[in-house]
């Protein structure tokens, strides 16, 4: 039973444009959110994360959206970079377990040049 | 931040055999947690490991299958026993760290890849 879901396997976008992620989840108790991002034959790491109370975090070109009642959130690159081609994991957990995250299968991220 | 080392960062291995994965942080830490790729697969959690007692497993992983040593507050090691092809994976150390303006957040090591023949 898949509780955080990334259905999109794979998005390629142009240089300077906007790379939307997604990302549905299906447990009601979980209530953080965070976005990990994952370079070939390196570890994941960590790249932005949104608490339940907020909509929306931005920290410079990326935004996670949240949106509680349809169990969904977003990762917004903008302008996407080639750099930033990478599989990116969308992960969730209940807080006070920030430890024990439950993450999607990741989304393969290509930035064209 | 915290900068963790694992090893080896592949492996191909028989099967049967056994397999020990080394994980050393260059900070002390109270927990540090051993995470599984499979192909295709999302990462899941296989235990906690803290200092001086048993680690805690999730559901589906025991330790029988995937012993657990922690010596001391840097280091962990994670052993795959008695392998199978079904155990090829991605095996990941990671422990907690802080992050400039997020807090504290898991930080991973650079995984291990083993394949099971």
């Known amino acids: 039973d898949q509780q955080v879901k990334q259905n999109s396997p794979s998005l390629s976008v142009q240089e300077g444009r906007i790379s939307i992620l997604n990302c549905d989840y299906t447990n009601s108790m979980f209530d953080y959110f965070l976005w990990y991002k994952k370079y070939p034959a390196e570890g994941p790491t960590f790249l932005i994360s949104?608490?339940?109370?907020?909509d929306k975090n931005e920290d410079g070109r990326f935004t996670v959206f949240l949106n509680k009642s349809a169990k969904h959130l977003s990762l917004h690159i903008v302008p996407s970079q080639p750099g930033d081609s990478a599989v990116y994991f969308c992960a969730a957990s209940v807080t006070g377990a920030n430890s024990k995250l439950t993450f999607g299968k990741g989304i393969t991220l290509s930035v064209r040049p | 931040s915290a900068v963790i080392s694992q090893k080896p960062s592949r492996d191909i291995c028989q099967r049967g055999t056994s397999l020990t994965i080394q994980c050393q942080v260059d900070?002390?830490?109270?927990?540090m947690f051993w995470y599984r790729q499979q192909p295709g697969q999302s990462l899941t959690l296989i235990a906690t490991?803290?200092?001086?007692?048993?680690?805690?497993?999730e559901s589906g992983f025991v330790i029988d299958k995937f012993p657990i040593s922690r010596p001391n507050l840097t280091f962990s090691t994670l052993t795959v026993s008695n392998m199978s092809p079904e155990d090829s994976s991605i095996y990941l150390c990671s422990v907690e760290g802080y992050t400039q303006g997020f807090g504290e957040k898991l930080f991973f090591g650079s995984g291990t890849q083993l394949s099971v023949l």
């Open positions: 900070s002390q830490v109270t927990m």
């Open positions: 490991a803290n200092q001086g007692s048993e680690a805690t497993y």
């Open positions: 949104i608490s339940s109370i907020k």
